[in-house]
């Protein structure tokens, strides 16, 4: 079974890409990203708790969606799988690095959304 659940913090700049439509489909979707997860047990280091980072990379709306309501520092809790791919620079058929990632099948946002200045000016208007 290749299951992966994990709670912790998005630590890079979420990068979004946008690919080519298939066949009249519309433009397929990438949103991928590094989360700091917090280590069970871990010593502190420099004050902080140690963290394993991960690579996490998620397609089509729910990619819109987490750049869209989404920044470096919030608090996402993701349910997905691992996919290992080997990764060769010299393009090459064997050999080369194992690149893991977390394809994020789900992404839960538990950072509440931070307040809407603007739509709070206007309630305050309408209530006058």
Known sequence: MNSVDLVGKIA???????????????????????????????????????????????????????????????????????RGEFYNPDGGDRGGQLRTVVVAEEIVYLTPPAPDDTAAAKGAAKSR
């Open 12 to 82: 890079s700049e979420i990068k979004l890409q946008e690919f080519a439509a298939r066949a009249g489909g519309e433009r397929r979707a990438k949103a991928s990203f590094l989360m700091a997860v917090r280590r069970a047990g871990g010593r502190r280091t420099e004050g902080r708790p140690k963290a394993d980072i991960i690579r996490v990379e998620t397609w089509g709306t729910q990619a819109r969606n987490l750049v869209k309501f989404n920044d470096k520092g919030s608090r996402v809790a993701v349910k997905g799988r691992i």
